[in-house]
């Protein structure tokens, strides 16, 4: 047993015992139960430039590991998504990099990956609101959903801020959206998501009114349902999933992305119903959404669903407001468990969480089970914290 001294936010002292990881297993067998993509984020270079506006310089054998890590434990990996900073740090050029390394890399090691596909390396000034705008959007989404397949990994077709620049009305949405699915080659996951996520998707789908948008996605989900493998929905609110759960077409998935209520919503209903999982907060807790799929998979969903709620308190405190900054989270945990060589964001994006709040997230995943190594753990929380100008003694 190790133990660590943290501050309390009241400014006083506490002594935090360590017990070590829960007893997790590797699955020695494919997941069947459910389908699961971890969003994984990426490593900078510990002397890269990662200053905001820097291009992304990335540590290529600590980001490939990080995936090789959940692929071990029977997720697959969602590459180049919100975690990887995709919008915030990661370019386009890094981003066509990462994709085709792990996709090269899932193919060796036989792991599921799908990638996102979204309009980021389009000039902002050219969605413009008219006909031009509409068709310069179209054009870079078909653009990364072909560079994506070709890489052979699925395709996230992601929300665009570009989209929500150029659509005046739900029908520009459903124009844009039908051409780009009508020149997939396979059926791709549509990304919903929320303005709590990034605030530049605020009115998605033509309105800010959830229901009104919800229509206009289902129509679109509906009139393409043969080219549209699963949706995936980060919007925070469990009801409104299991609503559109229900209305979706026969054979399309709804993968949630709701990283507060994933354990009920990833578990059966009353009436048999479930989610499958395209979650950040799996990237955190791999080893536990490994133990709860591998339980469904024996038909015990009492332990699935025990195993996901130890994890719930930790996934609503790494996405709470301003939940953009969860990634700054994941990647602490990934710093404290040694699995990165430093503590650094792409962009700077390591200063976007308090000192407070880490050590609560670093805390919380004690309590889970999901400190790898208590005495490296100790090591690292220890001098971090004292380089932030809080002894210990």
Not at 139 to 157: N, T
Not at 196 to 213: E, H, K, Q, R
């Amino acid at each position: 047993m190790s133990h660590v001294v943290l501050p309390t936010p009241a400014g006083g002292r506490r002594v935090l015992e360590l017990d070590g990881p829960g007893d997790w297993v590797r699955p020695t067998e494919p997941i069947r139960s459910r389908v699961a993509y971890a969003a994984a984020h990426v490593v900078p270079r510990v002397l890269a430039d990662s200053t905001p506006g820097a291009a992304a310089d990335i540590d290529w054998d600590s980001t490939l590991e990080l995936r090789r890590d959940l692929w071990s434990w029977g997720l697959g990996v969602a590459e180049a998504m919100d975690t990887a900073q995709r919008g915030m740090g990661l370019d386009w050029a890094a981003t066509r990099e990462l994709v085709e390394r792990s996709a090269t890399e899932a193919r060796r090691l036989g792991g599921r990956i799908a990638s996102g596909a979204g309009t980021d390396q389009l000039e902002p000034a050219r969605a413009t609101p008219d006909a031009d705008g509409l068709r310069a959007v179209t054009s870079a989404y078909r653009e990364q959903v072909e560079f994506v397949e070709a890489a052979g990994s699925g395709v996230i077709l992601m929300a665009s801020r570009a989209l929500a620049r150029a659509a005046r009305t739900p029908e520009d949405y459903l124009r844009v959206y039908d051409e780009v699915l009508d020149a997939a080659s396979a059926p791709v996951v549509l990304h919903w998501l929320g303005d709590m996520f990034d605030p530049a998707l605020g009115g998605y789908w033509g309105s800010n009114d959830l229901d009104v948008a919800t229509e206009t996605f289902l129509e679109l989900v509906s009139r393409n349902a043969e080219r549209v493998d699963g949706v995936k929905v980060s919007l925070l609110d469990a009801g409104h999933e299991r609503r559109l759960r229900r209305s979706l077409p026969e054979g399309v998935r709804l993968y949630t992305g709701d990283d507060f209520n994933y354990p009920e919503l990833i578990c059966d209903d009353e009436e048999g119903a479930h989610s499958d999982a395209l979650l950040g907060i799996f990237a955190a807790i791999a080893p536990a959404a490994s133990a709860a799929l591998q339980a469904l998979d024996r038909g015990d969903d009492v332990v699935a669903r025990k195993v996901l709620e130890s994890t719930r308190e930790l996934g609503r405190h790494v996405f709470a407001a301003p939940t953009r900054f969860y990634k700054t989270g994941i990647a602490f945990l990934s710093w404290v468990n040694g699995r990165q060589p430093g503590f650094s964001m792409v962009g700077g994006l390591s200063t976007g969480r308090s000192v407070l709040h880490l050590v609560r997230t670093f805390e919380l995943a004690a309590k889970a089970g999901l400190v790898a190594d208590p005495e490296l753990a100790a090591r690292r929380v220890t001098a971090w914290l004292a380089v932030h100008g809080w002894e210990a003694s």
